[in-house]
């Protein structure tokens, strides 16, 4: 019913794309968070922003 | 999104069974507190949404619709517990009948049952709101900012919002604390290496002025330039583990752990003060300490409550929504908890730091223990269970738990150095001390191994560091921006709700508030709101308006969100007892401010206030056919139904029976049901009562006084106008009225008793009858036969017009001057 969220999501994006820390593939995975209708977990944000490498451990 | 076009309840609540014919328009329900019209409201939205709010919230706990949706002799019949509704589609253009049971909540039987039905139907599930009770509205004006933001932004169905702000902000804080930890680990790895060279800051130059210096030595190539990759031990020595060890290196090392455990005492102490402040804080507070150990446990099940079943015992959630609102309203009392277990950890954190750096020291000791020059296992041992000492009390003050069931350690010297870490640390430092000074060339050899060892470290670190920067700074930008971008939307938002809800409030009270203005302010999590009083300036609604006008602001308030989140397709709203809240003086531009507005919106309400349904009629806000009341309940029965057309067959069926003291209350009440909403609608002034227990002897002749009176005046003013159809028409009705009047001898109460409508229970039925037919010809007089409003005055105080709400009767009461 409400459009809010949807709207909000979609200039966020754009607007977060528009930095330049940050990577296409960084915004498309959030995209991918924000469209899958479930509610966010804090540690898939940061696998996003921090993936973890197997040359750290 | 839908219309009601009829409702079957049977069973629920308090109703045993009840058909109404809504016929997709304006619906109200009057009778008396207790005589079933929530339970009508609860039905309809069961039917809808298979809950009833009453039963979920704050105050309802041990209260369940499985258990108490049912009517209280049905509780083990669930079965027989049910709605069936009759709704219309705008979109779909179609009807549908759905029904739902209390014995199977979540399934919807819908006729005919197609998936676009489905997906309507399914929608209208998720919008509860449409319900609003009178304890609903102050939600939204007497609360706390942060609450009241929390509420509208349920109600706009925003709560995903919130849910994405906060992992968002907890996201960045993790990727913060990662950085700092990374900064720490660079930091002492750097600390390692430079103490190795010897040297004060990590310069190339002075890196390779050392490194060369054992590289010429050695008869290697030098070294010019430090890059990235450069090897600087390269072709420096085949057997690697022999020069591992350098003995000089060695005692630097020892010599700065035994510095650091010398002023163990000393590390962290500011932070430790600080900390047990809080703890003793806590302990002072056992409901803030109780606060602090459920708010993770709470924070933690908040995440879980997602999916259909609980992750725990696989079952359905029983009521998810309620769920969440109990432990949404748990977390924010616990705001005084949130901010100091926030500063402990703080703190905390930058223990971790001090551990991870003692810690370092601790492990190239170990190793110059584990060499196999030196061979020191016990003592390498001993410095190894330090270590793991530390690294496990680092892991538990990492949660407010631990750190506060660590009270005594951080009385007693938090970093627990062991008894006898000085003498292990002095026997290696003998051993190493015993050794014989390594040749040149060996000592070159290791000093280079070990550079390289911890060049490698102090790479992988600063490269471990600059990730952990770039995440910390993608995650603040990300939390950022979603916050700017929230809170412009939300702006936005707010602007055109509170310029929607300045405009009803002003609409409902146009006499005396007609420049009212109303300003939210909206911050991080928080909607304040603050209202205009007479020009004053603004203040918290509670300041000054009254309880009236604060329930008016709720109502209002509602109706500018309803229609911010709906829009066009606000069809139905269901008030229960939410009229009430607005003050008598102010019904009429209520009625008025929903026709306008809300044109195409369906309104169900309730109230126990019978003059007021009246008023709604008279507004044309509902009609008689549109309308019905309950005069009465019972547990047995369920809602008594009281109507104007009904009545009359109710009172002929007793007398049928030869019930005439049966037929005698119904006439009697439906009498003084009359005669209080006519005084009301004429403006009829019955002699004054203070305790205003008015009999039906001091209001039926006050009305037909006063209806006399003003068709009197109506014909008069007809005769100035020359308006002989009107002043015929004036004369004949004041002419009907009395002759009814006389016939249901009403005059003559006051001087022959036994005509007092007290004696009625004492006559017989064919007394009776002649009774009931006259007063029914005496009260059908009072009403428009066209659109069944009563008659009534306008204005109250000094009327200038008697008219119906059609105005099929519009009598002028004003004289041609």
Known sequence: MSKLPQIIADKFLSELGQA??????QIEALRKLLEGGKKLKPADIENIFAPIEVSDL | VIQLESVHIEEMRGIRLLDLNLNRKNFAI???NGSGKSGVIDAIEFGLTGEIKRLAGSGTKGLSVSEHGPHVDKVKFPGASFVELRVYLPTLAQSVSIKRSIQNPKKLEIIPDTKEIRTVLDAVANHPEVTLSRRDIMRFILVEPSKRSQEIQTLLKLDELGDTRAALKTAQNRLQQSLRNAQSQTLNAKNSLLLHLQISELRSELVLESVNERRTLLGLTLINELVATTKVDIDSAADTSASKFNKVSAQKDIDVLQAEVADIDKLGSDEIKEILQGIARLESDAGLFIM???RSLIEKGFELIEGPTCPLCDLPWGDEEHLRAH??????KSTEAAELTSRI??????LSGIIDNTVGRLNMVANIARAKEIDAKVEARALDDWKTDLLLFRKGISTTEGLIAEKVRFEKGWLALPKDLHEKVNTIEKLVGALPDQSAITAAQSFLAITQERLDDFRKSRQAEE?????????????????????SELNTLYEDVQNDFSLYYRQLNEDDEDTFNAKFTPSEGALGLDVNFYERGLFPPAAYHSEGHQDGMGVCLYLALMKRLFGDNFLL???????????ADHRYQFCKLLKANFPHTQFVLTTHDRVWAEQMKSAGLVTSKTSLAFHSWSVDTGPMVESNKEIWEEIAASLAKGKVEVAAASLRRHLEYFATHQCDQLGAHPQFRADGNYELGDLLPAALSRISNLLGKAADAAQSWSDTVAKDKATNLRKDIGTAANA???EQWAVNKSLHYNEWANLGKKDFEPVVAAFRQLLNLFHCATCDSPLHASPKARPESLRCACNAHNFNLNKKV
Request: hydrophobic share 40%; proline share 2%; charged share 30%.
């Open chain 1, 20 to 25: 330049d820390d940050i990577t296409d593939e």
């Open chain 2, 30 to 32: 009057s009778g008396p």
């Open chain 2, 292 to 294: 602090i150990q459920q």
């Open chain 2, 327 to 332: 432990l949404t309203e748990k977390l924010e």
């Open chain 2, 345 to 350: 950890s703080s703190l905390a954190s930058k």
């Open chain 2, 467 to 487: 990730r952990a920067k770039k995440a910390a700074t993608a995650g603040k930008l990300a939390y950022d921006t979603y916050c700017n971008v929230l809170e």
């Open chain 2, 573 to 583: 709203a269901l008030f229960d007892d939410v009229v009430m809240s607005v003050d």
């Open chain 2, 744 to 746: 249901a001898l009403v």
